[in-house]
Nanobody, 114 residues
Framework: QVQLVESGGGLVQPGGSLRLSCVASGSIFSAYAMGWYRQAPGKQRELVAGITGGGTPNYADSVKGRFTISRDNAKNTVYLQMSSLKPEDTAVYLC????????WGQGTQVAVST
């Protein structure tokens, strides 16, 4: 079973940047794809960005050009660099491993506000 721990959330002004990190343990990290999801109050959880074990990324249309997902397999870590943040990016951000069973972190809060 993979364990995931996120960090890096916080309060930021519109237009600002944050970098989220997710450290994985318990399995061979490079063997599986990873994803960052977010869930805002009253909304469904949505996939923000994903990355294959080999490093190929994909993004939701709402974050293309603003967010960058990356991974360091030597550090068992996946990152989400978020720039040009908007109030609508406010949510709990969760990291997930595409393993069987799926693994989820506890989430980290991102708030974009003046």
């Amino acid at each position: 079973q993979v364990q995931l721990v996120e960090s890096g959330g916080g309060l930021v002004q519109p237009g600002g940047s944050l970098r989220l990190s997710c450290v994985a343990s318990g399995s061979i990290f490079s063997a599986y794809a990873m994803g960052w999801y977010r869930q805002a109050p009253g909304k469904q959880r949505e996939l923000v960005a994903g990355i294959t074990g080999g490093g190929t990324p994909n993004y939701a249309d709402s974050v293309k050009g603003r967010f960058t997902i990356s991974r360091d397999n030597a550090k068992n870590t996946v990152y989400l660099q978020m720039s040009s943040l908007k109030p609508e990016d406010t949510a709990v951000y969760l990291c997930s491993a595409f393993t069987v069973p799926r693994a989820w972190g506890q989430g980290t809060q991102v708030a974009v506000s003046t």
